[in-house]
């Protein structure tokens, strides 16, 4: 092989196709929970890095992730976990999630309802711009957390490979919210999402980009409500009435 | 307190205290073998003398009890600075801490002695050599001229200390020897009292010993009587020994005046290491430090600076320090910085083991120690859920101190609690009036609550669904008016 490309293979500048299919089942990638959405994804989400959605606000963004970060974290507690409960207890406290600078509130009990341990919610709300990337870089650098959540329209290049590099240092997911109007391209992400809603249920996810992989059409994904009392509608009633129905035909 | 007449007693002078801590500071701070080459001074104003010179200005022919005038005339560029009694005292202050940590009892002798209880470390230490040996070893590190002496009386051992003919012994006929030709100068004998001393011709402690005491009692005074007989070691004498304080203060006089924060940088390390030094020898960690800085012309700036975790490390509290005065904006130039801490706790023996909590949760604790230096720590908070059926007070911000002491409990709560988790992520603080066209996909659920207080609240809720896909929360008031009050997110 050329030398130039053996060192670049090394470093891992370059990638072969090859590569991207045994990657599928690389068992770092965390899965999304929506089979479609792996395949297209090579396994899932990366391990660690820096993930843009480019969405309008409120489109089930942050509803498409969580249950696949709760379930990184979770099974790196099982991974941990050994015999005694006080080691469980420590290792469930671990890693903070921090939301830097939300447009609104954070709704605890949206939290609460996808299992996340208020203690380790942590929220900053800095002045100015600078300080808001400033928290960032050093939120996903330190180690400490799980997934930082930033809200910002316009970061510079330069910003988001700082930011990358970051949450690769520190192993942690650094989600970056982008609802402007214009695409962005070119930018080192270690992956990049575009969400539109197409019905009241579906997503459709268009991967802009991905590190290792081909360019794949768009995938829908099912994002439904986390809604107990519609769950108990739905789940419930409706077969109760189905029973009711044959019961009502059996008696005539 | 009143010691018998047989203790062995070491007496350290620091001649030139101040002018040694100029000069520390001096090649710490700048390139050293261009600076202490200049001649530097210490000057007393209320006598007109120079009390302390360095090597370079000697050289240039200026003595010590030199006037400025004939000062200034034999070297015109002399550097001078003012004495100050207070800093040799707090240097001897820090001294004695060093010291007590290998001695046990010492004695301040202001403004510039010390003076050891060699006696009852003897023992401990099996002789007089290798305790001394311990004991220089702690004066070299801090790199101060002293000039010592032995003797079995205090009085004694600082005459000769003062004279610089001291020697370490506890032979009694060496001490004597050596102590007979001492001149009675140097000693705390008051002046009229020496000058009628030397009129009967006593100049020396040798020819002090042939007069006996009762013929001495009537020519001279009571005071310098006390000090004869101690001299003699025939009563004992009467001391107060030195009790380390228990908070931490250090004050430091800079050389020039600093007008940027990135430049105290080198000065606060400094600091922080003697103090992280305090803390470590106590097995001690604190929480909280108060930084002072001094400003020219205007009042002095305190700085509090927390941590999340209580911590010694001088590179822990540097960063976070660090951190804080990127936003301190000072009014004018800095003189001096002061370092002051009132509450440290010991360091709790844990018997956790090596991996049970693993490591982020001291990357956590000062992860949030330096955004909130940087930020503020009202910038930085955490979340809490109030059972509440309003959601605007459901969710509701605390300190993030919360999180440090993982303390609360119905932040564990799980979703088993919520029965309501048709929830957005997003709530807007105030519900704002709904503008776009939406289309209603869930719905309704009517909220009626806070009807016993002022926020009272009676809203159907749905969730609606924008032209753009956006997922809205909604209600309706009784008056038939729609709000938006959050995003599923």
Known sequence: MNPILHELQNKQWVWTAAQSRCSSADSSRVKTGFKHLDKALSGGFPAAGMVHIHSHLGCGELRLMLAALQAQTMRQIKENETQTASEKNAASNDKLWVFIAPPFVINAEFLLAHNINLNQVILIQPDTYEEVLWSAEQCAKSGACASVFIWQNTLKHQQVRRLELASLQGQCHCFWFDNSQQQKSNLPLSLSLSLTREDSDILQVKINKQKVGWAKAPVKVKVPFVCRTGKLFTQKQTPLAGKNIVHLHKLT | MQFDTRSLWIYLHFSQLQLDTIEQSYSKSVDQQAQVKEPLAVYHAQSNQLVQINHAAQSRGIKRGMGLASASLLYSNLKLFEYKESLEKTHLTQLANALYLITSDIVIMEPSGLVLRAQNMLHLYGGLKPYWHSVSQVLAKHGFHYQSACAFSIQAAKLMARLGVGIISDERSAINTQLKACALHASDILPKDIEKLKRIGVMQVAELDRIPLSELANRISRYSLDIISELRGQAPSKVSFFQPKSHYRDYIELLYEITNTDKLQPVLKHTLEKFSQFLYLRNAQCLHIDIQLFQREHEPMLLGVDSAMPIYRSQDWLEIITLKLDKVQLLSPIYAIA??????????????????????????????????????????????????FRPECSSQLCDYTAIASNGEPNATKSAENSIFADRPGLLLAEPSLLTQKVKVIKGPERVLSGWWEDKNVSRDYYIGQSDQGQQLWLFKTPEQQWYLHGYFI
């Not at chain 2, 002051?340 to 604790?365: G, P, Q």
């Open chain 2, 339 to 388: 370092l002051s801490c009132d509450e440290y706790e010991n360091v709790a023996l844990s018997n956790e083991d090596f991996f049970a909590r693993k490591s982020t949760h001291i990357a956590a604790m000062s992860l949030l120690s330096r955004l909130g230096g940087k930020l503020g720590s009202d910038k930085i908070r955490g979340l809490r859920f109030v059972q509440d």
